[in-house]
């Protein structure tokens, strides 16, 4: 088999997955299974590694320390990186392995809804009276099973904000933010132009036909390469959006402020970039308030 066909086959299996072909004929079933992997991936999602471990292994809880956030950051500030990697690992794996079954099985459009549903699991896990993290690691794994380009680009827009700005939140919310308008943009662009014309130069057809009467209550169709996303696959992507932006509300509040917690990968950058700040940065906003007060206080003395 040629790397052109087994692209193709890929891309077939990722549109309409395994199960559609061989459950033509029953529908129920179909959506049945469906439904019932969104489910487990939301208790799978409510597996939150940085509780589980910092019980396990601290015997502590890393929601009474710090943001009180059981994600990386407060993670990593609290018990250390290795901690902190080990939880993020924890937090892609259970996102990789919801999405990667869902797609193979079911097809990308229920992919990205047990996607969501990780993710909801995650902020929201039923096992931490609905208390967790923000999601991010959740949306990040989704995306690279699902959209590995469209990943990339993500990663290297957060990695450029954090090593500009030093604030990790800030740079989890840009790329939520930017995550519909990137997706779009190179989805759109790798099967309206890449992918057409490699799979004709290499005797392919261009269009990915299911078969007739698949899944018998929804309408024949044809998945092509010239599509641009599904209708799930936008929608989803303007939910994170919206709610990357809400679960980070406090955050935003903090930097707006000038009181948000800076991220260093070790205390010799943290000393570093503090010492080069005192010498050129100006005063930040909060600091400036300080010393409104304090004139004051002298006036009125």
Known sequence: MTFAKFLY??????????????????????????????????????????????????????????????????????????????????????????????????????????????????????????????????????????DPIVFLVLFALFAIVVIGTKYLSLGSIMAMVLYPLIHNRIYTFIHADIL???????????TIETLNGAIVDVPDFEYTLLHTPSAVMVIVAVFMALFGVIMHRTNIRRIWNGTENRFYISKKQKEKYESSLSKTAPVSRHRLDELDEELSESERD
């Open 9 to 146: 086959n890929y891309e077939y299996i990722k549109l309409n997955g395994f199960l559609r072909d061989t459950l033509a004929d029953n529908a129920e079933l179909f959506y049945g299974l469906a439904i019932g992997w969104i489910l487990l991936s939301y208790i799978a999602g409510s597996l939150n590694f940085a509780i589980i471990m910092s019980k396990a292994v601290y015997h502590d809880d890393i929601r009474t320390h710090g943001s009180g956030n059981a994600g990386f950051t407060n993670m990593k500030r609290t018990f250390g990186t290795k901690a902190a990697i080990a939880v993020i690992v924890g937090d892609l794996m259970k996102t990789i392995l919801s999405v990667t079954v869902a797609m193979l099985l079911f097809g990308a459009d229920i992919a990205t809804l047990a996607g969501l549903a990780c993710i909801f699991g995650h902020c929201f896990p039923l096992f931490y009276k609905f208390k967790g993290g923000k999601g991010v690691a959740a949306l990040a794994a989704m995306v690279l099973v699902l």
């Open 196 to 206: 057409p014309e490699y799979f004709a130069n290499h005797g392919l057809s261009t």
